[in-house]
């Protein structure tokens, strides 16, 4: 019995537990493990504003005022373009045939021909002329609107008169004398002379002073 005993003691001694196993955790977790820190996230929140649109039918102020101002644009371009129709329908139908130079007329014809051979471009040719007889030319172009603010009516029954200023918009002017003849500035390297009333094709507009 004793070797029992002893073999017995000897297997309690060889299955006996490790302390680790039998001592419990005083935190009541598995030894050795730790669980993971907590951390508190926050939120951010977008406070961009976002705009309510009008409701239908509401249009605001400068919405109205760009269509307006688009509108009248559109309106003037149109009457633009009207008035060219007509001014190019009215120069075309020329009848060749010449009326009697108005009151002072006949004096813008004599000073564009005593500029014959003078090196200027078309409309100091036609400034020059203007000033001999009294209108306050300044810087002139060429456009039709520039002429008649000069006090110059714009011809539209298709017979000219000696002294009438014939205009090509944007591109010439020059003084009509007659017989389907003109004088032009800026030909051939700027110098004046005379030469056919169409040679740059029927004017846009015809405008008559006197």
């Not at 109205?64 to 371009?77: I, P, V």
């Not at 005593?114 to 300044?138: F, K």
């Not at 039709?144 to 000696?162: C, F, K, N, R, W």
């Not at 004088?183 to 507009?205: K, M």
Request: hydrophobic share 40%; glycine share 16%.
């Amino acid at each position: 019995m004793a070797g029992a005993a002893a073999l017995s003691f000897g297997l309690v001694g060889t299955f006996s537990l490790p302390a680790y196993a039998t001592a419990p955790d005083p935190e009541g977790g598995i030894d050795g493990y730790q669980a993971p820190a907590q951390s508190l996230q926050t939120v951010q929140v977008d406070e961009t504003v976002v705009p309510i649109a009008a409701p239908e039918g509401e249009v605001g102020a400068d919405v109205l005022a760009q269509e307006r101002q688009q509108q009248e644009a559109e309106e003037a371009a149109k009457r633009a373009e009207e008035l060219q129709a007509q001014q190019v329908s009215t120069s075309s139908s020329f009848s060749g045939k010449d009326i009697p130079a108005g009151v002072g007329a006949q004096g813008i014809v004599n000073a564009a021909l005593a500029q014959l051979g003078v090196m200027q471009d078309c409309t100091a040719l036609v400034e020059n002329s203007l000033r001999a007889v009294g209108i306050p030319a300044g810087d002139l172009g060429t456009q039709i609107g520039e002429y008649t603010g000069l006090g110059g009516t714009l011809v539209t029954s298709g017979d000219y008169a000696p002294g009438d200023v014939l205009i090509w918009s944007g591109r010439h002017v020059a003084v009509y004398i007659g017989n389907g003849q003109a004088v032009h500035g800026g030909y051939g390297g700027n110098q004046t002379v005379v030469a056919g009333a169409f040679i740059d094709g029927a004017p846009s507009g015809v405008v008559r002073f006197g």
